[in-house]
Nanobody, 121 residues
Framework: QVQLVESGGGLVQAGGSLRLSCAAS????????MGWYRQAPGKQRELVAV???????NYADSAKNRFTISRDNAKNTVYLQMNSLEPEDTAVYYC???????????????WGQGAQVTVSS
């Protein structure tokens, strides 16, 4: 079993910054992809940013030039630095990981419990 534990959410004024962290623990061989999704009230969950084990990244258009995703493979931890936050960024942010459990088992997806980010105008 794999657990993802998030931290760093909170309330911030528009234009401010927050940093989210997510640490993976449990028994697994490696983590292929780690990233962040978010879900605002009444909306579907959407991609924010992901980073692969090799370091390549993908960002949602709304996150480009404002958010930076990074990863510490030794700590199995992913970070999301969010700058220039806007009220539209208000959502629950979910950590995501695609995990390879063993050479003989297929990879599985895991989700964190969610971290609330609220940006006031």
């Amino acid at each position: 079993q794999v657990q993802l534990v998030e931290s760093g959410g909170g309330l911030v004024q528009a234009g401010g910054s927050l940093r989210l962290s997510c640490a993976a623990s449990g028994t697994f061989l490696s983590i292929n992809v780690m990233g962040w999704y978010r879900q605002a009230p009444g909306k579907q969950r959407e991609l924010v940013a992901v980073v692969r084990s090799g370091g390549s990244t993908n960002y949602a258009d709304s996150a480009k030039n404002r958010f930076t995703i990074s990863r510490d493979n030794a700590k199995n931890t992913v970070y999301l630095q969010m700058n220039s936050l806007e009220p539209e960024d208000t959502a629950v942010y979910y950590c995501y990981a695609n995990v390879r459990r063993s050479p003989s088992l297929r990879s599985l997806e895991y989700w964190g419990q969610g971290a609330q980010v609220t940006v006031s105008s």
